[in-house]
């Protein structure tokens, strides 16, 4: 029974991951707001009302990338060794998200410059981002032993996750791209440089 759930499992994430690379590619050629569900899914060769059983929009379906490399890089960060430091923890957990996913194709950076202009993919990262600090504000308490709502659980997670949105704008905007870790390695250090 295991491996019929696993096999499930991968399925459904070979879909998901169909689907996000078809989103990214259409979104490239035509422009996100010339791409419909529709056409995402017959891109990725499956229904309409499968693509709704993954994703509520074709935003979603776009941000899936980032979504998988952010929660990774929070279970990573959940997994790190109580002793280190928060600061420290976040770092080595992102190293090892570096080292397991390797760095992002270039041509993923032309992908996201294009597809990123359009107002509602913002919207729905900004609420992803939000999310997601939310969540690591949660586990920086745990570890710090403080409240998620303490001023340093927040402002740690909150200069964390500005630190790898900037990084990833700067490494977009690079012609040619240094690769991401080197280009976040630099912000995250400059973002920790007042607090030293």
Known sequence: ????????????????????????????????????????????????????????????????????????????FEARPAGESSWTALRAALLTAFAEVGEPDPQWAAQARLARAHPSVLARQLAHYAAYERRLATAIGERDGISSAHPRSRVTAAAFLTSLRLATHLWIEEQPPRPLSAVTAETLDEMARPFN
């Open 1 to 76: 029974m295991d491996s019929t759930v696993g096999l499930r499992e991968r399925k459904k994430e070979a879909t998901r991951r169909a689907l996000h690379d078809a989103a990214m590619r259409l979104a490239v050629e035509h422009g996100l707001g010339e791409v419909t569900v529709e056409a995402i899914a017959d891109a990725a060769g499956v229904s309409r009302r499968t693509f709704s059983n993954y994703f509520a929009g074709k935003e979603d379906a776009l941000l899936y990338g980032d979504q998988q490399r952010m929660l990774g890089l929070l279970e990573a």
